[in-house]
């Protein structure tokens, strides 16, 4: 039982291309989160969602956006995609508050050439 | 100054020794503190939280110094399937928290 998925695992991809990336929990969490993850290894939070409102939008441009349909996904898409968006994208969940544990998904590797 | 800071290393011990890193924080009002280990291309996992009296859990022990704002972690014992990458995350409230950019610690027979 997988807890936290996210599709597609590899995506590699042409600058200016647009693409959306998934995400889906069956932990019965409220929150989920994108977080991505230069060559760096420096993992930092882009946005929250609980029960579907955002609840923290950092400083992110607006070519990504998120959209949950329902408190069970969160799924990211990114437009006019640019050379620095290659990174890892994670994404998680968890019980209300960011001191709760986070569960993390498996992790996109996203590729702009 | 960055939020929360650790030293990358890589720590490189043999089995069985002890290693012990630090993490720093930015900011003196920062409300919880974990451990993650991440290993090489996979998704970070809880591997503890840190409480202000200083934890143990088995063979890791995390300690909370908020006068000098940093925690640590001290792994015993050392096994090779310690071996990865170790990530401090801060809490400041529930809508702000950090990650380090983790302390790598490579175990060898």
């Known amino acids: 039982d997988t807890a936290v998925s996210q599709t597609p695992k590899y995506l590699v991809t042409q600058m200016g291309n647009d693409k959306s990336i998934k995400c889906e929990q069956n932990?019965?969490?409220?929150?989920m989160y994108w977080y991505k993850q230069d060559s760096k290894k420096f993992l930092k939070i882009m946005f929250s969602?609980?029960?579907?409102?955002?609840?923290i939008n950092e400083t992110v441009p607006n070519r990504f956006s998120p959209k949950s349909p329902d408190k069970a996904h969160l799924n990211l898409h990114i437009n006019s995609l640019e050379l620095g968006d290659s990174a890892v994208y994670f994404c998680?969940?968890?019980?209300?508050?960011?001191?709760?544990?986070?569960?993390f998904g498996p992790g996109t590797r996203l590729t702009v050439l | 100054r960055k939020e929360v800071e650790q030293d990358p290393g890589p720590f490189n011990v043999p089995e069985g020794a002890t290693v012990a890193f630090n993490c720093t924080y930015s900011?003196?009002?920062?409300?919880?503190f974990f451990w993650y280990r991440q290993d090489c291309r996979k998704e970070p996992k809880l591997l503890m939280s840190?409480?202000?009296s200083g934890n143990e859990d088995g063979r890791f022990t995390a300690q909370l110094n908020r006068a000098s704002q940093y925690i640590s972690l001290l792994i015993r014992d050392s096994k090779l399937s310690d071996s990865a990458t170790y990530l401090c995350?801060?809490?400041?409230?529930?809508?702000?928290?950090?990650f380090g950019a983790g302390t790598t610690v490579t175990v060898r027979a």
């Open positions: 900011n003196s009002a920062s409300q919880s």
């Open positions: 998680a969940s968890s019980l209300p508050g960011t001191s709760s544990e986070q569960f």
């Open positions: 969602y609980n029960n579907k409102e955002l609840i």
């Open positions: 995350v801060v809490i400041l409230n529930d809508y702000k928290l950090s």
């Open positions: 932990l019965g969490h409220d929150t």
């Open positions: 840190v409480y202000s």
